[in-house]
């Protein structure tokens, strides 16, 4: 089985930064992608960032510009690094694996942005 663990939730205060880690771990496989999702209380889960295996990258609109993805192939992990962060921003972080035509997510990490 494939294990996703996301790190690195917290508070800050709006105009701040953090910065999101997820890792998949198990047996061997091979993935196509990982990326981010998010929950805020009430609210359907939403897409936030996705990084590809050739390197690729899509944002929803909300966060372009201050979020960005990045993938560490090797070690099978993605980073999201978050920048003027916004009350907006909070809510539970997902991380997201592909692995041919399954899906794997990871348990969620609280993001609360203060204003």
């Known amino acids: 089985q494939v294990q996703v663990v996301e790190v690195g939730g917290g508070l800050v205060q709006a105009g701040g930064s953090l910065r999101l880690s997820c890792a998949a771990s198990?047996?061997?496989?091979?993935?196509?992608?990982m990326g981010w999702y998010r929950q805020a209380p009430g609210k359907q889960r939403e897409l936030v960032a996705v990084a590809y295996i050739n390197g690729g990258a899509n944002y929803a609109d909300s966060v372009k510009g201050r979020f960005t993805i990045s993938r560490d192939n090797p070690a099978n992990t993605v980073n999201l690094q978050m920048n003027s962060l916004k009350p907006e921003d909070t809510a539970v972080y997902y991380c997201?694996?592909?692995?041919?035509?399954?899906?794997?997510w990871g348990q969620g990490t609280q993001v609360t942005v203060s204003s």
């Open positions: 997201k694996v592909w692995i041919g035509p399954h899906e794997f």
């Open positions: 198990g047996n061997r496989f091979s993935i196509n992608g």
